[in-house]
């Protein structure tokens, strides 16, 4: 059995010089030395994926198996040949967990960083897709050369410093890492608001890092397999400094034990047991025939291992407890479930969780059913020493701001409130429009620069905004990117901006006067009741002093004589009736008197709402609306209110109104004082708004107003952006994000 790497295990990362570096010929040159001087029937190496791709070809051919504790790119595959064993992990495997990470935290985007090498392009697919998993985005991806100068790190920082994210995933050996972080730090990139996770390529060899790099990186994240403590764990950094100074005496003593040097004792240990169980190997090697040879090509002279078989199946089906954790393969495939979490603070680090597939991020290693009490993580001390997690994204340091047109208003607005900061020389904008707008922008998963720009008519003596579809038009020409404000969404405007969903209600309707109505009328003791009801009663009255005498008449003489005096007793009856009980005629039939106490019941009730209605009547204030609907207001000839730049006046000169029935007001204040002159002396009957401004005038003036007629309805108010830049994939993504979702308007 011979071994295929030096005595001092590392890192892949560590010796990488990029994807484009062939296998050095020494290197090539070992493992056919190997198979050909020595007879090996295993090697454990090489340590670099790209020496593997070519050993693991000289394995196949001759059958020897090929174990490798340190390639591990993704590229490479223990499916490619049966005769390979990668008896490390995979970049891949921890591809989950950094996933769950980046979806515990919510972050939105993560720009990767990696090496521009087949070892950091190889687990940069399985990022993608895990991310995308896990709603996260991701905006850019910044590549760094394999063997790159300080001047090509700092051009692809300060691109970053430029973006909105502020999540970064580092991939790349421990060497080029470490020249990053310090280079970031000097950037200020290592600072409150940024977020950088490394991936096991730097976490299994953080203990080579020098003591400058650690403090560049305090606050950064990492990822890296979990190691189990245990009794052979604890004594084996003494027993490898033992050993390695009995071999190399004139050497310095070597770094603690990381992760690689771990795998490979277990490598050593699972051929030892593939050994024993699989027997001596007592069948050789089968050499090739002489005519087969071919003495310009070293691979035509090796022979064919005759116990290679049965020596990789033994390897492949070998299991047990490693010092590095449990040793199992599938596949070929060394398995791996459970990462560490681990945030660098001080000169060291400190684990603040874990992954395993069944649990996911858990605060300690769960192998139980207990996992709802240790769901998450633990405190993290974050870059800048802040323990509240970052939003994962900043306004960038230079950047386009969106330019948001709003309109002025003559005086305080509850919707959209402009006032000029003297002391700043900036406009303070306020108001339930921009509130809304600010919410919106705040829950947005990247950040959006923006400023607000108050728009007014150059025409007009005093600062008010120009009319809002006059807005629209100008946002369509990229004057303004949108619009914030109390904009009613309707078809026209629609046709060349985006709107989004209505925030308010919507339709236009009128407020008018109220006036008093006393009634001076005599016959004003018939108003309580309506005529029908009246007519109701006397009918009732009429028809029961019919039933007394149709059943009273033949046996009682006083309901005799002619035909005048009967009517004459039928009503003298049913009215003395009403007053007291008759004492005589007296009623013969118990029915006749159950009807007649009906009858006095029904008057006892009427007398009663007679009473209190009347009494309201001529006691409380009587107030009625001057007009009920527009087409009243047209037939009449008055003049009709709106709000100054507003699309009423459209919408009031399509339903015929002339326009110099039209007058335009500003303020609720202007409302009152139109509608209390009237139509005929220099005011409006009047006055048609959107429903919330409206109610707002009614919340101060609703004694002698009253909101009447119909509801005209429209898509109420909403915010609007340039249709070119709500599709165009180009634009900014805030502004396809704020087009929230659209609806018919």
């Known amino acids: 059995m011979g071994v295929g790497s030096p005595a001092r295990p590392g890192s892949e990362s560590r010796f990488c010089t990029g994807g484009s570096v062939a296998p050095t010929t020494t290197q090539y040159q070992r493992a056919i030395d190997l198979l050909k001087n020595f007879k090996v029937q295993a090697i454990i190496g090489p340590k670099m994926s790209m020496q593997a791709r070519f050993t693991i070809g000289i394995g196949n051919?001759?059958?020897?198996?090929?174990?490798?504790?340190?390639?591990?790119?993704?590229?490479?595959?223990?499916?490619?040949?049966?005769?390979?064993?990668?008896?490390?992990?995979?970049?891949?495997?921890?591809?989950?967990?950094?996933?769950?990470?980046?979806?515990?935290?919510n972050w939105r985007q993560v720009i990767l960083i990696y090496e521009d090498s087949d070892f950091g392009r190889g687990i940069v697919p399985y990022l993608v897709d895990a991310f995308q998993d896990a709603d996260a985005h991701i905006p850019y991806r910044s590549i760094i050369p394999s063997v790159p100068t300080d001047d090509q790190i700092k051009v692809e920082l300060n691109k970053l410093k430029t973006m909105q994210a502020r999540v970064f995933v580092v991939h790349m050996?421990?060497?080029?890492?470490?020249?990053?972080?310090?280079?970031?730090?000097?950037?200020?990139?290592?600072?409150?608001?940024?977020?950088?996770?490394?991936?096991?390529?730097?976490?299994?060899?953080?203990?080579?890092?020098?003591?400058?790099?650690?403090?560049s990186m305090q606050g950064v994240l990492g990822v890296r397999p979990y190691v189990p403590q245990s009794d052979k764990l604890l004594t084996f950094p003494a027993r490898f400094l033992s050993r390695y100074r009995q071999q190399n005496q004139e050497t310095p003593d070597p770094a603690n034990p990381n992760i690689f040097h771990l795998w490979a004792y277990d490598t050593a240990w699972?051929?030892?047991?593939?050994?024993?169980?699989?027997?001596?190997?007592?069948?050789?090697?089968?050499?090739?025939?002489?005519?087969?040879?071919?003495?310009?090509?070293?691979?035509?002279?090796?022979?064919?291992?005759?116990?290679?078989?049965?020596?990789?199946?033994?390897?492949?089906?070998?299991?047990?407890?490693?010092?590095?954790?449990?040793?199992?393969?599938?596949?070929?495939?060394?398995?791996?479930?459970?990462?560490?979490?681990?945030?660098?603070?001080?000169?060291?680090?400190?684990?603040?969780?874990?992954?395993?597939?069944?649990?996911?991020?858990?605060?300690?290693?769960?192998?139980?059913?207990?996992?709802?009490?240790?769901?998450?993580?633990?405190?993290?001390?974050?870059?800048?020493?802040?323990a509240q997690p970052p939003r994962g994204w900043e306004w960038p340091v230079a950047g386009k701001k969106l330019r948001i047109a709003v309109p002025v208003k003559p005086a305080p607005n509850p919707f959209v409130n402009i006032k000029n900061n003297l002391a700043t020389g900036k406009f303070d904008v306020s108001g339930y429009s921009i509130d809304i707008f600010e919410a919106v922008m705040q829950e947005m998963?990247?950040?959006?620069?923006?400023?607000?720009?108050?728009?007014?008519?150059?025409?007009?003596?005093?600062?008010?905004?120009?009319?809002?579809?006059?807005?629209?038009?100008?946002?369509?020409?990229?004057?303004?990117?949108?619009?914030?404000?109390?904009?009613?969404?309707?078809?026209?405007?629609?046709?060349?901006?985006?709107?989004?969903?209505?925030?308010?209600?919507?339709?236009?309707?009128?407020?008018?006067?109220?006036?008093?109505?006393?009634?001076?009328?005599?016959?004003?003791?018939?108003?309580?009741?309506?005529?029908?009801?009246?007519?109701?009663?006397?009918?009732?009255?009429?028809?029961?002093?019919?039933v007394i005498w149709l059943v009273e008449h033949k046996e009682s003489r006083d309901f005799g004589g002619s035909a005048g005096k009967q009517l004459v007793n039928i009503a003298y009856f049913s009215f003395q009736a009403l007053l007291a009980v008759p004492k005589d005629p007296k009623l013969k039939k118990w029915l006749l008197k159950f009807a007649l106490i009906n009858l006095v019941l029904l008057v006892w009730l009427l007398e009663k709402l007679y009473s209190a209605s009347l009494t309201s009547m001529m006691t409380a204030r009587q107030l009625q609306p001057t007009v009920v609907d527009l087409n009243q207001l047209i037939s009449n000839g008055d003049y009709i209110g709106y709000q100054g730049g507003s699309f009423v006046k459209d919408f009031l000169k399509s339903h015929k109104v002339e326009e110099h029935k039209i007058r335009n007001y500003s303020t609720p204040d202007q409302y009152a004082e139109a509608l209390m002159k009237g139509s005929w002396y220099g005011g409006v009957a009047a006055v048609f708004d959107e429903i919330p401004y409206l109610k707002l005038f009614m919340s101060k003036y609703c004694s002698n107003h009253s909101i009447v007629g119909?509801?005209?309805?429209?898509?109420?108010?909403?915010?609007?952006?340039?249709?070119?830049?709500?599709?165009?994939?180009s634009s900014p993504r805030a502004l396809r994000s704020l087009q929230m979702c659209r609806g018919p308007y």
């Open 61 to 105: 051919k001759t059958n020897v198996p090929i174990l490798s504790y340190s390639a591990t790119s993704p590229y490479l595959s223990a499916n490619q040949s049966k005769y390979f064993v990668r008896t490390a992990l995979d970049d891949a495997s921890q591809v989950p967990a950094i996933a769950s990470l980046i979806q515990y935290f």
């Open 173 to 215: 050996s421990p060497n080029i890492a470490a020249r990053l972080f310090v280079l970031a730090h000097d950037a200020e990139m290592l600072a409150d608001g940024y977020v950088w996770i490394m991936t096991d390529s730097v976490g299994n060899m953080f203990s080579t890092l020098d003591k400058n790099t650690i403090n």
């Open 270 to 386: 699972a051929i030892a047991m593939a050994l024993r169980k699989a027997g001596p190997l007592a069948l050789g090697l089968k050499l090739p025939s002489l005519q087969n040879i071919n003495n310009s090509n070293d691979l035509s002279m090796l022979g064919v291992s005759q116990d290679g078989p049965g020596l990789i199946d033994s390897i492949r089906t070998t299991r047990f407890q490693g010092i590095s954790g449990e040793f199992i393969l599938v596949d070929g495939q060394r398995q791996g479930s459970v990462f560490e979490i681990f945030n660098v603070i001080g000169n060291s680090y400190q684990s603040i969780g874990f992954w395993t597939p069944n649990f996911g991020l858990t605060k300690k290693v769960i192998t139980s059913s207990d996992a709802s009490d240790n769901v998450g993580l633990n405190m993290v001390i974050w870059l800048g020493g802040s």
């Open 445 to 546: 998963p990247y950040a959006v620069p923006y400023e607000y720009i108050p728009v007014v008519d150059p025409n007009m003596a005093i600062n008010l905004t120009i009319s809002y579809s006059e807005i629209c038009h100008q946002v369509s020409l990229k004057k303004y990117d949108a619009m914030v404000g109390d904009t009613t969404i309707i078809i026209n405007r629609s046709s060349y901006v985006d709107f989004t969903l209505p925030y308010t209600e919507s339709g236009v309707q009128m407020i008018v006067p109220m006036k008093e109505n006393w009634s001076t009328s005599l016959w004003i003791f018939l108003k309580p009741i309506e005529p029908i009801l009246w007519v109701a009663f006397l009918a009732v009255f009429v028809f029961t002093g019919f």
């Open 710 to 729: 119909r509801v005209y309805k429209t898509g109420g108010f909403g915010y609007f952006i340039l249709v070119s830049l709500a599709t165009d994939r």
